[in-house]
């Protein structure tokens, strides 16, 4: 129990550091992902494009988030 307090605050920044790996690597792209889906499909339905358009929106929007090359 000595060595917990001893190393407390290495201990928070290495879970802080933990935790926004999870979100950069985790959390930020699946909410991208699912964000730029419903993107896509509505746009191809207002242009009453098909499956090709909708590949297309999904790209561009995870182009324009950083998630596409």
């Given at each position: 129990?000595?060595?917990?307090?001893?190393?407390?605050?290495?201990?928070?920044?290495?879970?802080?550091?933990?935790?926004?790996?999870?979100?950069?690597?985790?959390?930020?792209?699946?909410?991208?992902?699912?964000?730029?889906?419903?993107?896509?499909?509505?746009?191809?339905?207002?242009?009453?494009?098909?499956?090709?358009?909708?590949?297309?929106?999904?790209?561009?929007?995870?182009?324009q988030y950083g998630l596409a090359e």
């Amino acid at each position: 129990m000595e060595k917990l307090k001893q190393y407390k605050y290495i201990i928070l920044i290495a879970l802080i550091i933990l935790g926004f790996i999870f979100y950069w690597y985790s959390y930020r792209p699946y909410r991208i992902t699912k964000l730029c889906i419903t993107s896509a499909v509505d746009r191809a339905n207002e242009i009453k494009g098909g499956q090709t358009s909708a590949r297309y929106f999904f790209w561009k929007c995870q182009k324009q988030y950083g998630l596409a090359e």
